[in-house]
């Protein structure tokens, strides 16, 4: 078995092989490898679109879900314990949780793949889903040119935790007091996004608008890219506030495309993660 916790903890080659899975997740080599398997989960209830998927995904594959709201993680019971008896009847666990060592503790005690579905500092299945959505629209993005533009927060890291794995060149355009440590920055979307291949953002803290007035994605802003350049903006986005709406209105917008890759993706990840 293999966890996902980290995606420097994976090569380039490993991170392929999931897209393979990706590709093939349909055929009959695939078919019913959950049947009989069951995936504990624990999901805060905003969760959206990776809880969605994870369970779609699982249903589809033949298993069960059975879901928990993450602060049960929280309680007073030692997570040695909560895992201790897991292991006598989950198959995978999948988690999403703000504090990545919760995640850590719990694959060191557990002795089924644990599946780190969010933390405050990354988000693992969702940089594989977007680059394996970037595998089908380009014949090599590694040699593309990618800007970031939102806060130092678990996206931002997350795509510096890819760019790290496979080695393309990432820049960050922020308010000041907001920059990734290791990245070059720019503080206004014109001069930022002139020669980029792939624009993504985050939504924004409230307390941050202000600051990042002139980091606002545009469709002016797009412009200045390359061409075939695209906006991915990570969901949940706010038109008006980190992109705007003729960004969002424009054909640069590929963001609902994208997130189709998340439902086979997951599955692949979950194929991957057991058969390992």
Not at 129 to 141: E, G, M, T
């Amino acid at each position: 078995m293999k966890n996902l916790i980290r995606l420097t903890d994976y090569t380039k080659e490993e991170i392929t092989e999931i897209f393979t899975i990706a590709d093939e997740i349909g055929c009959e080599q695939y078919k019913d490898i959950l049947k009989g398997k069951t995936a504990v989960m624990f999901f805060p209830n905003s969760s959206i679109r990776t809880r969605v998927t994870f369970e779609k995904g699982i249903y589809l594959l033949g298993g069960q879900t059975i879901l928990f709201p993450q602060e049960t993680l929280d309680k007073k019971e030692e997570l040695r314990d909560v895992i201790g008896y897991l292991n006598n009847w989950a198959d995978i666990i999948i988690v999403r949780h703000k504090d990545i060592e919760v995640i850590e503790e719990i694959a060191r005690y557990s002795d089924v793949p644990v599946i780190n579905a969010l933390t405050s500092i990354n988000h693992p299945c969702e940089m594989i889903s977007d680059l394996y959505a970037l595998s089908k629209i380009r014949q090599d993005f590694t040699k593309d040119r990618f800007l970031f533009c939102g806060t130092n927060g678990n996206i931002g890291y997350a795509w510096k935790e890819a760019s790290q794995v496979f080695g393309f060149e990432l820049e960050q355009c922020c308010g000041k007091g907001y920059e990734i440590d290791g990245i070059p920055v720019h503080y206004d979307i014109n001069e930022a996004a002139t020669g980029k291949d792939i624009i993504c953002t985050d939504s924004l803290p409230s307390s941050a608008v202000e600051s990042f007035k002139s980091c606002r994605v545009t469709k002016a802003a797009m412009e200045k890219a390359n061409k075939g350049a695209v906006l991915n903006p990570c969901p949940p986005f706010y038109r008006g506030e980190e992109v705007s709406e003729d960004a969002i209105s424009s054909d640069f917008f590929v963001g609902y495309e994208f997130k189709k890759c998340l439902l086979n993706v997951q599955q692949a990840i979950i194929a991957y993660c057991m058969k390992k």
